[in-house]
Structures are given as C-alpha cells and as structure tokens.
C-alpha cells in the first residue's frame, strides 16, 4: 500500500511541476514579460544605441552588404585608388600630376565647399577623367545623429558638382568612415551606395613616403579600394603620400594590377533608385 501511494505521489508531483514549467514559459514568452530589474530602467542620456553607435567601414558592411562597396569579389587583379577631403591647391594637384603621368584614372570624393573655393582643381580631376564622389559639404561628424543635415550636406555638394556639369555618381563616402545606423539607411534611401575602403594608407597621420607605401603594399590584393588623401585639415603634412603615389602605382602595375574607378569596380554603385 505504501509503495502504492509512493508511486501515486511521485506522479501527480511529476504532473505539477511539468504544469508549473509550462505556465512559466506561456509568461516569458508573452508581450509583456521583462526580466526582473529591467521593467523600468532609466533612460540613456545619449539615446538608444541603435541609434547612436559608431559603425566603421567593417560594421557597416556586414550590416547593409548590399549597400556597402569595399572589396570587389573574385580573384581579378583589378584595383581602385581613392583620395578624400580635396580639392585644395597644393595636394590635390600633385596627386593630379602623378596620376596623369601613370596615366591612371582615380575616385575622388570632394567636399562641397571646397569643390567652390578651389574650382581650379575640381575643372582639372573632372577634365582628366577622374570619377568624382561625394563627400559631403562641410566634413561633419556623420558618426553621430545628423537628421536633415545629413541629406543638406549630400544635397548642396551635389548642387555645387552640378556648375560644372558633373552628374551624380551616387557614391558617398562618409568622413572619418563612420555612420550611424539611419544615417546609413537614410543614404541609400537617396539612391547612393557607401563606397568605403578595403585599404587604409593612414597617410593622414603625416607618414613618411616609405611609411605610406608600406601601409598599403601590407593590405593589397584583388579588388582592394586604397584610401589615400588630396587634402586634409590645417597643419596636415600629406607630402609622404604624394610620393608613395607614384610608387604604389609603378609596383602595382608590375604586379598586374589593373586601375579602376569606383563605377568601374563597382557598376551597379552608380545607378539611382
């Protein structure tokens, strides 16, 4: 009898304990439940993160990939050379001069106001057929939250390109490579693709010709983007990258290597919404 009741026992509290687990989970599983200590936590002065975080040139690919140009796949030994924050009278045209005597065709990606101050050099990459991107109007922050600033900034380079009767390329390259996660969505919503970088030069440090031509002969391969610099900010030396340029070029070439502008490597980049 008392093996009976044992037994009887053991299975009702078998059935109780599954009921209890089953009731448990129905309760994390609804709408409502949040884990103890989480019902009302208070707020982060800085927003969200999803809306705040800083998304470099890796993030950003693998969160928006069909948005995001960096390297092309394959094994073709094509390459694309990159110059950012020109135009400007000193930098931008010594880069002009070596590109025009390897007879090399690059992407610059401009800014805005000075595509107006230094229409010299902006008449000069668009006359020796180089691609031209966009790089924003004034060099802002885009790591952080912009709004409407952002698609102003886009918009009056645009304007700018547009006196000299240069049609959007729909490439935008972000300063300092960074965007914020509806940045991001924001810009390829106007139709752009992000056109990043697979290699970094680093020249913006003021490195020797033989620091620049090492940080990028390091990082070479098929379908590679080179990010170097035709300007840069009050005080920067890019002198040591306008002379690893034309050795870069000239040891790239012996190697096979095929020069590219970002349309080129990247057809589909440029076609609009």
């Given amino acids: 009898m008392?093996?009976?009741?044992?037994?009887?026992?053991?299975?009702?509290?078998?059935?109780?304990?599954?009921?209890?687990?089953?009731?448990?989970?129905?309760?994390?599983?609804?709408?409502?439940?949040?884990?103890k200590g989480q019902i009302t936590?208070?707020?982060?002065?800085?927003g969200l993160e999803k809306d705040n975080r800083l998304l470099g040139e890796?993030?950003?690919?693998?969160?928006?990939?069909?948005?995001?140009?960096?390297?092309?796949?394959g094994n073709e030994k094509v390459i694309a050379l990159t110059f950012d924050d020109g135009?400007?009278?000193?930098?931008?045209p010594a880069v002009l001069d070596v590109l025009k005597a390897k007879q090399v065709r690059a992407t610059f990606f401009l800014i805005g106001n000075?595509?107006?101050?230094?229409?010299?050099?902006?008449?000069?990459?668009?006359?020796?057929?180089?691609?031209?991107?966009?790089?924003?109007?004034s060099h802002p922050n885009t790591g952080k939250p912009l709004g409407q600033q952002l698609r102003a900034e886009l918009e009056r380079t645009e304007a700018a390109l547009e006196t000299f009767n240069v049609n959007p390329s729909y490439l935008f390259r972000p300063p300092y490579g960074a965007l914020s996660a509806p940045a991001a969505l924001e810009v390829a919503n106007m139709g752009y693709r992000l056109a990043l970088w697979s290699v970094d030069s680093l020249d913006w440090r003021g490195l020797t010709k033989e620091e620049v031509v090492s940080?990028?002969?390091?990082?070479?391969?098929?379908?590679?983007?080179?990010?170097?610099?035709?300007?840069?900010?009050?005080?920067?030396?890019?002198?040591?990258?306008?002379?690893?340029?034309?050795?870069?070029?000239?040891?790239?070439?012996?190697?096979?290597?095929?020069?590219?502008?970002?349309?080129?490597?990247?057809?589909?980049?440029?076609?609009?919404?």
């Fill in 2 to 35: 008392m093996g009976f009741v044992t037994g009887t026992m053991k299975k009702s509290i078998a059935y109780i304990i599954l009921a209890s687990a089953i009731v448990s989970l129905a309760y994390i599983a609804s709408p409502g439940f949040r884990l």
């Fill in 41 to 46: 936590p208070p707020m982060l002065a800085g």
């Fill in 58 to 73: 890796a993030d950003l690919e693998r969160l928006y990939p069909d948005i995001v140009l960096r390297q092309r796949k």
């Fill in 87 to 92: 135009p400007d009278n000193v930098y931008t």
């Fill in 114 to 137: 000075r595509i107006e101050e230094y229409a010299e050099s902006t008449r000069r990459i668009i006359e020796e057929g180089h691609l031209i991107g966009n790089h924003t109007y």
């Fill in 215 to 273: 940080n990028i002969m390091s990082q070479v391969g098929p379908g590679r983007v080179i990010l170097q610099h035709s300007s840069g900010g009050p005080g920067e030396d890019l002198s040591g990258s306008v002379l690893a340029l034309s050795e870069v070029v000239d040891t790239l070439k012996q190697q096979g290597y095929t020069f590219l502008t970002m349309d080129e490597m990247f057809p589909a980049s440029c076609e609009q919404k």
